[in-house]
T-cell receptor, first 116, second 113 residues
Framework: GEEVAQTPKHLVRGEGQKAKLYCAPIKGHSYVFWYQQVLKNEFKFLISFQNENVFDETGMPKERFSAKCLPNSPCSLEIQATKLEDSAVYFCASSQSLQGGVTEAFFGQGTRLTVV | AQSVSQHNHHVILSEAASLELGCNYS??????LFWYVQYPGQHLQLLLK??????LVKGIKGFEAEFIKSKFSFNLRKPSVQWSDTAEYFCAVIPSNTGKLIFGQGTTLQVKP
């Protein structure tokens, strides 16, 4: 597709429940990024993929967060045993490249996760 | 650690005023630089980007930015803002040989009609 598609748009979970977010990158893009926006003005990098391989996971909380990008499937971000502090908007982005003139990360509309 | 710093957190301007938003990054190697805008309730949209060549880049909606390598800066400018420019503005960097786009803290721009 021509845009990054994130589903669902809104997700409400009780504390301790699992949350799973999906992202379909733009066709032909090799790189996928996940970001967490807790406060309106802060994008926290979580993880990036190059095709189905983890490229950089330095931002991922190790204990409860996991992510995958499998061939022929949307990428996913899963939070086990959600906490109140996980409430945020989670953005996915994709890019054709990470260097050079074609580098541009296209962002999805985000998934608003509310943990109650 | 690699980081991006935006000096102005909240800027209030009247229409037709000139705008300059500061952005500095901490990384000694090659970088790709970006400015994104987030209108209320919307996702991030690219305003402009720099990867090489002319350090003065022009983007959409009359925005431009200048890359000054010696100052590690990539400031955003617009000669005359409009009410519709009210939004959040984010500077971002992809350092070479990394797999992440690093964002600054963002600047809230409020333009009064």
């Amino acid at each position: 597709g021509e845009e990054v598609a994130q589903t669902p748009k809104h997700l409400v979970r009780g504390e301790g429940q699992k949350a799973k977010l999906y992202c379909a990158p733009i066709k032909g893009h090799s790189y996928v990024f996940w970001y967490q926006q807790v406060l309106k003005n802060e994008f926290k990098f979580l993880i990036s993929f190059q095709n189905e391989n983890v490229f950089d996971e330095t931002g991922m909380p190790k204990e409860r967060f996991s992510a995958k990008c499998l061939p022929n499937s949307p990428c996913s971000l899963e939070i086990q045993a959600t906490k109140l502090e996980d409430s945020a908007v989670y953005f996915c982005a994709s890019s054709q490249s990470l260097q050079g003139g074609v580098t541009e990360a296209f962002f999805g509309q985000g998934t608003r996760l509310t943990v109650v | 650690a690699q980081s991006v710093s935006q000096h102005n957190h909240h800027v209030i301007l009247s229409e037709a005023a000139s705008l300059e938003l500061g952005c500095n990054y901490s990384y000694g190697g090659t970088v790709n630089l970006f400015w994104y805008v987030q209108y209320p309730g919307q996702h991030l949209q690219l305003l402009l980007k720099y990867f090489s060549g002319d350090p003065l880049v022009k983007g959409i909606k009359g925005f431009e930015a200048e890359f000054i390598k010696s100052k590690f800066s990539f400031n955003l400018r617009k000669p005359s803002v409009q009410w519709s420019d009210t939004a959040e503005y984010f500077c971002a960097v992809i350092p070479s040989n990394t797999g992440k786009l690093i964002f600054g803290q963002g600047t809230t721009l409020q333009v009064k009609p």
